[in-house]
């Protein structure tokens, strides 16, 4: 075919394609626990929050995913203030993200990049992705890896009982707050493969997956993960061939792909 012999031929379809590849294993790893612990809100809310990074480093001139990153931590950690009043942790993050996304419109039209960013952010654009992007999500692949390795007994027993988890002496709060960490950086890696509106759906529909499927912690995460990688592969190629946007159809790709495993739920 000669989506293979381009694959070979051309380096930035190379570069793009092993981006997407490494973005959709990072997703596929954190997505069983934004499902497990209903925080796909969160994923979207993070990913909204983002757009707002992304639009003070078009202002500021600044590393976009720097940026990005430390205004998804600013979110998570508002939600988490918000949460410890009285409102529900769903009602802070309806609050917060129009604000997100209202102060990256704002900033955007300020830093007179609107028209041209914009829709790539918020549709994503993997042909774009580059060098020191698959060497960034790599680095971020490995050290949540690492963490996962190392915490895994605590994530376990976060995800199954958070009050028993509290109750065994378990610290629920750094828990969450390496979860919550995850969940920011998967953000930041996939929105340029995918973009802000549509990030959600590989955070969120591969853990639906391995809920159906899995039987152990590690059987979620690599159900999850193959999931990922085989609709994004799909979704790469259909794009490529009928030339159309590629984060759009990654993620039509994937809904199609989980309608039919709904039978099994």
Not at 2 to 12: A, C, G, I, P, T
Not at 153 to 176: C, H, N, P, Q, S
Not at 179 to 199: D, H, N, P, R
């Amino acid at each position: 075919m000669n989506f293979f012999h381009d694959l070979v031929q051309y380096e930035f379809l190379r570069t793009a394609f092993s981006g997407g590849v490494l973005t959709a294993i990072l997703a596929g790893i954190v997505s069983p626990f934004v499902v497990f612990k209903r925080m796909e809100f969160i994923g979207d809310g993070t990913a909204h929050a983002v757009f707002a990074g992304l639009a003070l480093s078009a202002l500021l001139g600044g590393d976009p995913r720097l940026i990005s990153f430390a205004t998804a931590l600013v979110f998570a950690l508002a939600v988490t203030l918000f949460s410890r009043s009285k409102l529900h942790e769903s009602s802070a993050i309806g609050i917060l993200l129009p604000l997100f996304m209202a102060i990256g419109v704002v900033l955007f039209s300020v830093s007179g990049r609107y028209q041209t960013d914009v829709m790539g952010f918020l549709f994503g654009d993997v042909l774009l992705v580059n060098r020191s992007d698959v060497m960034l999500t790599s680095l971020i692949l490995v050290i949540n890896t690492v963490l996962i390795s190392l915490f895994r007994w605590e994530i376990k027993y976060f995800i199954v009982d958070e009050k028993m988890a509290r109750f065994y002496g378990i610290k629920t709060g750094l828990v969450r707050l390496l979860i919550t960490s995850f969940i920011a950086i998967t953000v930041v890696a996939t929105v340029k493969v995918v973009g802000v509106i549509l990030t959600g759906a590989l955070l969120i529909l591969p853990g639906l997956v391995a809920r159906t499927f899995g039987k152990s912690f590690k059987s979620l995460i690599l159900i999850s993960t193959v999931f990922n990688v085989l609709t994004f592969f799909s979704g790469f190629l259909v794009a490529y061939i009928l030339n159309l946007p590629p984060g759009p159809v990654i993620v039509i790709v994937a809904f199609v792909s989980f309608i039919p495993m709904l039978k099994f739920s």
